[in-house]
Nanobody, 121 residues
Framework: QVQVVESGGGLVQAGGSLRLSCAAS????????MGWYRQAPGKQRELVAT???????NYVDSVKGRFTLSRDNANNTVVLQMNSLKTEDTGVYYC???????????????WGQGTQVTVSS
C-alpha cells in the first residue's frame, strides 16, 4: 500500500493563509498524479488542485489565483499554499495520490485521512 501523510490545516480568518503538505511513500508503486480534494459541510467531495507527474496543474475555478500547488522531493510530496482564504473554502481537505503498481501493473487511488480547514468571517 501507498502511505499518504498529510499536515497542515487549522483555523484562520478570512483573507488569511494556510499551507497543506502531503507526502506519499510505498514499496513497489510508481507515484503519478497527486493533489487535493475537499468536502464542505453538506456537500460532496470536489477537486481542488492536482498535478501530474509531468508537472501539469489543474485548479478548480474558485481557487485560481489564490491557491498554488507545487511538487517537491523527487515528486513524492505536494504542497498546497492557500492564500486569500474565504469562508467558502471551509471543509475537510483530502490528499489524493494516484499510483501504479510496478509488480502487478495496475493503478489505483490512495487517500489521506483528511485535515480540517476552517475559515472564519
Amino acid at each position: 500500500q501507498v502511505q499518504v501523510v498529510e499536515s497542515g490545516g487549522g483555523l484562520v480568518q478570512a483573507g488569511g493563509s494556510l499551507r497543506l503538505s502531503c507526502a506519499a511513500s510505498g514499496r513497489m508503486f510508481s507515484i503519478n498524479d497527486m493533489g487535493w480534494y475537499r468536502q464542505a459541510p453538506g456537500k460532496q467531495r470536489e477537486l481542488v488542485a492536482t498535478i501530474t507527474n509531468g508537472g501539469s496543474i489543474n485548479y478548480v475555478d474558485s481557487v485560481k489565483g489564490r491557491f498554488t500547488l507545487s511538487r517537491d522531493n523527487a515528486n513524492n510530496t505536494v504542497v498546497l499554499q492557500m492564500n486569500s482564504l474565504k469562508t467558502e473554502d471551509t471543509g475537510v481537505y483530502y490528499c489524493n495520490v494516484r499510483a501504479r503498481s510496478t509488480l502487478r501493473s495496475y493503478s489505483r487511488d490512495f487517500w489521506g485521512q483528511g485535515t480540517q480547514v476552517t475559515v472564519s468571517s
